[in-house]
T-cell receptor
Framework: KNQVEQSPQSLIILEGKNCTLQ??????????LRWYKQDTGRGPVSLTI?????NTKSNGRYTATLDADTKQSSLHITASQLSDSASYIC????????????FGTGTRLKVLA | GAGVSQTPSNKVTEKGKYVELRCDPI?????LYWYRQSLGQGPEFLIY????????DSGLPNDRFFAVRPEGSVSTLKIQRTERGDSAVYLC?????????????FGPGTRLLVL
């Protein structure tokens, strides 16, 4: 069964600190992996998109990595800010003849002053 | 330009009623997606449109759910005989052409509560 699992479920860090969020997936066949940021009450906003051949991609203070062999991805946030408080969702797209996106349940990050 | 918009932002209805949720994608985007997000969960894929046609409707949970996009722009998600379990946030997203590595832009969602 196609699944995307994220850890930790929730995380609290102090402003200025770094953190890393994990995503493991069993989706096959694989097309691409995305990380989204979702503020409370808002729709998700795309941070990064990585295809099979990409190992790392950065977007400002956000850096995503992908290991397609072990089916793992991580999102590293550097020098966290209060505005980073949100849910971070990992999404894997499959190419199984359809256009399905399989979403993880997200990691809820809280950055404290 | 304007992003994806959805109306209404909130909808409260009674069990058994019919509801329509509207999505206005970004102008020029041919691909449109509907998702459902329950509290504390990630979004769940419902249906994907490429232009006017539903390219993939395999995520629709049952035949009470139906979506249309008659002119390839605005889309309406229709839910018949609503049940309490239909309560969720319904998210719409659009992308330029629907190719695999393309960015999806999400709307703010419609919060549906079935009493």
């Amino acid at each position: 069964k196609n699944q995307v699992e994220q850890s930790p479920q929730s995380l609290i860090i102090l402003e200025g600190k770094n953190c890393t969020l994990q995503c493991n997936y069993t989706v096959s066949p694989f097309s691409n992996l995305r990380w989204y940021k979702q503020d409370t009450g808002r729709g998700p906003v795309s941070l990064t998109i990585m295809t099979f051949s990409e190992n790392t991609k950065s977007n400002g203070r956000y850096t995503a990595t992908l290991d397609a062999d072990t089916k793992q991805s991580s999102l590293h946030i550097t020098a966290s800010q209060l505005s980073d408080s949100a849910s971070y969702i990992c999404v894997v797209r499959t190419t199984s003849g359809t256009y399905k996106y399989i979403f993880g349940t997200g990691t809820r990050l809280k950055v404290l002053a | 330009g304007a992003g994806v918009s959805q109306t209404p932002s909130n909808k409260v209805t009674e069990k058994g009623k019919y509801v329509e949720l509207r999505c206005d994608p970004i102008s020029g985007h041919t691909a449109l997606y509907w998702y459902r997000q329950s509290l504390g969960q990630g979004p769940e894929f419902l249906i994907y449109f490429q232009g006017t046609g539903a390219a993939d409707d395999s995520g629709l949970p049952n035949d009470r759910f139906f979506a249309v996009r008659p002119e390839g722009s605005v889309s309406t998600l229709k839910i018949q005989r609503t049940e309490r379990g239909d309560s969720a946030v319904y998210l719409c997203a659009s992308s330029l052409s629907g190719i695999h590595a393309e960015t999806q832009y999400f709307g703010p969602g419609t919060r549906l509560l079935v009493l």
